[in-house]
Nanobody, 119 residues
Framework: VQLQACGGGLVQPGGSLRLSCAPSGSIFSIGTVGWYRQAPGKRRELVAA???????NYAESVKGRFTISRDNTKNMVYLHMNSLNPDDTAAYYCNAEILTNLRTLTAYWGQGTQVTVSS
């Protein structure tokens, strides 16, 4: 099983980005998926999470600006980020609870995708 995260980049303050997380491999089902971020010198923090049924949870710092969504038909999870500010600069990681075809349940991490908010 692999998680491919992409969509990061350089954006000006006030701008928007959409991150994508694409699990692939021997997957039976995907449970809760979360987006985390880690800025230099800081601990990794949860930004947003979405359950298999669509329930969402957000960090206070991104509420009203970020939206997490999923397309279960494509095994895709997205993080729509609006009104970005320099404090959002970080490497963003997706984490997914995956039940494999062998019926093993494991949390997988994707590689980070860098988001830089700067003028």
């Amino acid at each position: 099983v692999q998680l491919q995260a992409c969509g990061g980049g350089l954006v000006q303050p006030g701008g928007s980005l959409r991150l994508s997380c694409a699990p692939s491999g021997s997957i039976f089902s995907i449970g809760t998926v979360g987006w985390y971020r880690q800025a230099p010198g800081k601990r990794r923090e949860l930004v947003a999470a979405i359950t298999s049924s669509g329930l969402t949870n957000y960090a206070e710092s991104v509420k009203g600006r970020f939206t997490i969504s999923r397309d279960n038909t494509k095994n895709m999870v997205y993080l729509h980020m609006n009104s970005l500010n320099p404090d959002d600069t970080a490497a963003y990681y997706c984490n997914a609870e995956i039940l494999t075809n062998l019926r093993t349940l494991t949390a997988y991490w994707g590689q980070g995708t860098q988001v830089t908010v700067s003028s």
